[in-house]
């Protein structure tokens, strides 16, 4: 799930280094890739709250779908449903493979880890890397460069032996 922010200046903080830490994990990705066994491709997922049920995901699925061709009656009544059950976000990520290994990668989760401190996928608040932002409050590109890395490194270090 996307981190929850609790202010306004961390938020500002996290829209001027998430499109920025974004392209810096993409290119690190690729570098690696470049010298590795593994290949990868990216993928458009759905990423659902926890504990939502198979039922619940294939209602919210079908709802959506029946979105398409409803009367703006229907529309409103769908909407209505829908506001009652977990919906999904968007995630993107990347699927590593290797002969018959494959892991995969969430892309969003990792760029939390560059601009957020101590971030992990159960973080409730978190506050920005601010040693990412220079002095006159631009992004620090070499120090989020080097960030990345060597997440990017701890990421491939990670990956299982072949």
């Known amino acids: 799930m996307p981190p929850r922010i609790t202010n306004q200046v961390t938020w500002q903080q996290a829209e001027l280094l998430m499109q920025p830490a974004f392209i810096r994990v993409i290119d690190n990705l690729r570098k690696q890739l470049d010298e590795s066994a593994w290949k990868g491709t990216y993928q458009d997922v759905l990423i659902w709250p926890p504990n939502t049920t198979d039922e619940a995901k294939a209602l919210v699925t079908q709802l959506l779908q029946e979105m398409e061709s409803a009367t703006l009656e229907q529309a409103d009544a769908i909407r209505e449903r ?14 590593l493979q ?3 290994q494959i892991v995969s990668i969430d892309l969003w989760e990792l760029c939390y880890q560059v601009c957020f401190i101590d971030y992990t996928s159960e973080s ?8 990412l932002i220079d002095d006159v409050g631009e992004v620090d590109w ?3 460069e080097d960030k990345t890395k060597e997440l990017v490194d701890q990421v491939f270090a990670s990956l299982p032996e072949g």
Not at 124 to 131: G, H, K, L, R, W
């Open 124 to 131: 409730e608040v978190v506050d920005i890397d601010t040693s």
């Open 82 to 95: 829908l506001a009652q059950l977990p919906m999904p976000h968007p995630g993107y990520h990347l699927c």
């Open 142 to 144: 070499q120090r989020l």
């Open 98 to 100: 290797r002969q018959d």
